[in-house]
């Protein structure tokens, strides 16, 4: 009656996480119920602590439970405590979710700015463009007439160095030497530092 009694005894006895783990890494469902019941407080108060929004807390220690599922044959028991890489797993993924939702917001914060129409003065801004053009015009008239042919077909025309040889019918180098003194000079004709 002895031996009955210590069967029942150890029958009673719980589990601990280690080997309630190594259930899991079998595939042993009722060991993962177990072991959820055991630290979902733990776990979910953890990601709570740094995420604080409730919502997202949920869904970490879902992926947290899920991650714990499918990766329990990787537990070492010599390397710490179930519970322990059960903790560190959250709070990695905690962090890791802290992180990303940064790196959104600040995606967001970036997109935001540069969508964001800055009011300015249209009248103001049309006079400094045609002051400008103005600027230009009279600079680009004191260049040799070849200058001005290379820079209006190289800069307003958007054609390559080869393809201004090619229009212009004259060697490449020609047409950067052209291009080289034609800028130097609209450079010190509009007082531009260099």
């Given at each position: 009656?002895?031996?009955?009694?210590?069967?029942?005894?150890?029958?009673?006895?719980p589990?601990?996480?280690?080997?309630?783990?190594?259930?899991?890494?079998?595939?042993?469902?009722?060991?993962?119920?177990?072991?959820?019941?055991r630290?979902?407080?733990?776990?979910?108060?953890?990601?709570?602590?740094?995420?604080?929004?409730?919502?997202?807390?949920?869904?970490?220690?879902?992926?947290?439970?899920?991650?714990?599922?499918q990766t329990?044959?990787?537990?070492?028991?010599q390397?710490?405590?179930?519970?322990?890489?059960?903790?560190?797993?959250?709070h990695?993924?905690?962090?890791?979710?802290?992180?990303?939702?940064?790196?959104?917001?600040?995606r967001?914060?970036?997109?935001?700015?540069r969508?964001?129409?800055?009011a300015?003065?249209?009248?103001s801004?049309?006079?400094?463009v045609?002051?400008?053009?103005?600027?230009?015009?009279?600079?680009?008239?004191?260049?040799?007439?070849?200058?001005?042919?290379?820079?209006?077909?190289a800069?307003?025309g958007?054609?390559?160095?080869?393809?201004?040889?090619?229009?212009?019918?004259?060697p490449?180098?020609?047409?950067?030497?052209?291009?080289?003194?034609?800028?130097i000079?609209?450079?010190?004709?509009?007082?531009v530092?260099?």
């Amino acid at each position: 009656m002895s031996a009955e009694f210590d069967v029942d005894r150890e029958s009673t006895v719980p589990a601990s996480q280690e080997e309630l783990l190594g259930r899991v890494a079998q595939g042993d469902e009722a060991a993962f119920g177990e072991l959820y019941d055991r630290m979902a407080p733990r776990v979910l108060g953890l990601v709570r602590r740094l995420l604080v929004d409730p919502a997202q807390s949920e869904e970490v220690a879902q992926e947290i439970f899920l991650e714990i599922w499918q990766t329990a044959t990787r537990y070492e028991a010599q390397r710490g405590g179930a519970s322990t890489w059960i903790l560190t797993m959250a709070h990695r993924r905690a962090v890791d979710r802290i992180r990303s939702s940064q790196a959104s917001r600040d995606r967001d914060v970036k997109i935001g700015i540069r969508d964001l129409a800055v009011a300015y003065d249209e009248v103001s801004e049309t006079v400094a463009v045609r002051i400008e053009h103005e600027r230009v015009e009279k600079a680009m008239s004191r260049l040799t007439e070849l200058q001005r042919q290379a820079i209006s077909l190289a800069y307003y025309g958007g054609l390559s160095q080869s393809e201004v040889a090619e229009r212009l019918q004259i060697p490449l180098g020609t047409v950067k030497t052209r291009l080289r003194d034609g800028l130097i000079r609209l450079r010190d004709e509009m007082g531009v530092a260099s």
